[in-house]
């Protein structure tokens, strides 16, 4: 046994859907789009970029310094010496890391060229 025949579907629904009026007249807009460039500074924008990014940076380091001797402090009044080479190790590995970051992010702020 087989299934029956579909029966045609009708003309009006094989046509496509019209999209909106407003829709079209926006593709079709001789208007430039988006976000105007020109009227960007993207010279006080960068040197705004490097400002916050060297900041964040040099406050990483300090925190995860600071963050160190206080968690060192911790274990040791709870006289969990167990821990404190693993929690060195793990020190040890991010410290390079974190000073290179800084030192590229302030060498390139305080090299910058001058506005």
Same mark, same amino acid.
């Given at each position: 046994?087989s299934?029956p025949?579909?029966?045609?579907a009708?003309?009006a629904d #094989?046509?496509p859907e019209? !999209? !909106?009026?407003?829709?079209v007249r926006? @593709?079709h807009?001789?208007?430039?789009? =988006? +976000?105007p $460039?020109a009227? +960007?500074?993207?010279k /006080?924008h960068?040197? &705004? *970029?490097a400002?916050?990014l060297?900041f964040? /940076?040099v406050?990483?380091? =300090?925190?995860?310094i600071l963050l160190?001797?206080? +968690?060192? =402090?911790i $274990?040791t009044v709870?006289? &969990?010496?167990?821990? @404190? !080479?693993t929690f060195?190790?793990?020190f040890?590995a /991010?410290?390079p /890391? #974190?000073? =290179? +970051? *800084?030192?590229s992010?302030?060498?390139y702020? $305080? *090299?910058k060229? &001058?506005?």
């Amino acid at each position: 046994m087989s299934n029956p025949p579909l029966p045609p579907a009708p003309e009006a629904d #094989l046509a496509p859907e019209q !999209p !909106p009026e407003r829709v079209v007249r926006h @593709i079709h807009s001789s208007e430039p789009q =988006g +976000l105007p $460039l020109a009227s +960007l500074d993207l010279k /006080v924008h960068e040197a &705004k *970029t490097a400002r916050t990014l060297t900041f964040v /940076v040099v406050s990483m380091l =300090g925190l995860s310094i600071l963050l160190q001797y206080v +968690l060192m =402090g911790i $274990l040791t009044v709870y006289n &969990k010496t167990e821990a @404190i !080479p693993t929690f060195e190790h793990l020190f040890n590995a /991010v410290l390079p /890391v #974190l000073a =290179g +970051l *800084t030192g590229s992010a302030v060498t390139y702020y $305080l *090299t910058k060229e &001058k506005r």
